[in-house]
């Protein structure tokens, strides 16, 4: 061990008991809460929906809780268990060193993650959502979508993988910013690539019918002056009960996506206000805005991975006997959580600052009151809590609190 082992075993432990105590606080203030339905929603949801909600919420954060505790001993074998060392060593085995040993490693490794996992992706399926009514998927469906989902990754993550690490081997001292260029590229041509040819190896898109729906779709979508290459259904109660709506790709491939579900729980006006809410992320240019924080931070974390991949106390904190250039990578990204949880609050409150600038502008362009309406009956059918504990909420939560939320919006309706 030297000085970078204690500093991050030291990040590790903070992260660990920090998502615990979060958790557990959470937990707690729900429960306390469970006997009373807010005042404000008591008119519209009932004290068994509240209390449906409060236990679905319990049930979920003491699973994540677990997933805590388990995934940081995973961590922990992976470099003091010398885990990733026995997997170089395997990989060394089989392939002369190079891109194709790298590519071996990461492999390996992304099988351990998958196999770790996947216990937990069966239970929340089958058990927790199962258990509240959400789920709609059958085994073998489950099975069907892992299998897609595996054949996605290697299709497209390892040749990306190659690219980044015949960059990191071949470009010298500035590797960091071609690979920055190229992971750029990568998520612009995923957003233009993903709803023509991988959301449908999922789901099915069928346009909108409700003529009557369409129609005031459109209205909305020429006042704020939004085109859209498609209004299209998602076939999303086929695996689960919750519902939702999105926008997805950029430029002429941008289209609206309703879930089934959604358009069966909603009203025409409510519909409208919230596809008002999605408009808003757009036209404020808060996609965009996340984009370039995303990016910016990308470039400045791939410049310090190409600062501690030449440092030999990188690998030595972290218990591995051979640098190379996949190890660097593995490694860097793997710890790094640990150390940026704290910063886990920032993110969130920019977040929540852009849903509330959202509220606003669909209060401006729809009825803030149906936007009120449609936000209460999504609560309750997805059975999200209406009394989450501040400080869990301050950390993670990208949206606003229901009952804050609700309050500034019932302001804004007021105010018309």
């Known amino acids: 061990m030297n000085t970078f082992s204690i500093v ?86 089989w392939l002369p060193e190079g891109i194709a040993r790298g590519l071996s490693l990461i492999a390996l490794l992304m099988l351990v993650m998958t196999a770790f996992e996947m216990p937990f992706s069966v239970y929340r399926t089958f058990r927790i959502e199962e258990r509240f009514g959400f789920n709609k998927m059958t085994p073998r469906m489950f099975v069907v979508d892992a299998l897609k989902s595996l054949a996605i990754a290697t299709l497209i993550g390892l040749p990306l993988a190659a690219c980044v690490l015949w960059l990191m081997a071949t470009m010298g001292a500035w590797w960091w910013l071609y690979a920055w260029a190229v992971w750029v590229v990568f998520n612009l041509l995923m957003l233009a690539v993903y709803p023509t040819w991988i959301a449908p190896l999922f789901n099915k898109f069928t346009p909108l019918q409700d003529d009557a729906l369409k129609e ?18 998602m076939d999303g109660s086929k695996r689960s009960s919750h519902g939702n709506a999105y926008f997805t790709g950029f430029g002429k491939s941008k289209r609206i996506v309703f879930f089934d579900t959604l358009l069966s ?20 240019r ?44 593995i490694l860097f990204f793997m710890v790094l959580p640990n150390f940026t949880f704290l910063l886990q609050p920032l993110l969130s409150l920019y977040s929540r600052k852009h849903e509330f600038e959202a509220d606003q502008y669909a209060a401006q362009h729809a009825d803030a009151r149906d936007l009120v309406s449609a936000l ?29 939320r609700i309050a500034r919006l019932r302001a804004a309706a007021a105010t018309a």
């Open 8 to 93: 991050f075993l030291s990040a590790l432990a903070l992260a660990t008991v920090m998502r615990l105590w979060l958790g557990s606080r959470h937990i707690g203030h729900i429960k306390a809460h469970r006997a009373a339905v807010p005042p404000e929603f008591a008119d519209q949801i009932s004290l068994d929906a509240h209390q449906r909600a409060a236990d679905y919420t319990c049930v979920k954060t003491r699973m994540a809780l677990a997933t805590v505790v388990l995934e940081a001993l995973l961590l922990l074998w992976l470099t003091f268990g010398g885990g990733l060392q026995a997997m170089h060593e395997l990989s060394a085995a």
């Open 216 to 233: 005031r779709v459109e209205r909305l979508l020429t006042r704020c002056g939004f085109k859209v290459k498609g209004l299209m259904v």
């Open 265 to 284: 729980r909603l009203s025409p006006t409510e519909v409208e206000a919230v596809l008002a809410h999605e408009l808003g992320h757009f036209k404020l």
């Open 286 to 329: 808060h996609v965009v805005k996340r984009m370039v924080w995303i990016f910016t931070v990308s470039l400045g974390f791939l410049w310090l991975l190409g600062y501690l991949m030449e440092k030999d106390w990188f690998y030595q904190g972290l218990n591995v006997a051979t640098p190379s250039t996949a190890m660097a990578l």
């Open 376 to 404: 209460v009956k999504l609560y309750k059918d997805n059975a999200s809590t209406l009394t989450p504990d501040p400080v869990h909420s301050a950390f993670y939560d990208s949206h606003p609190p229901a009952p804050i």
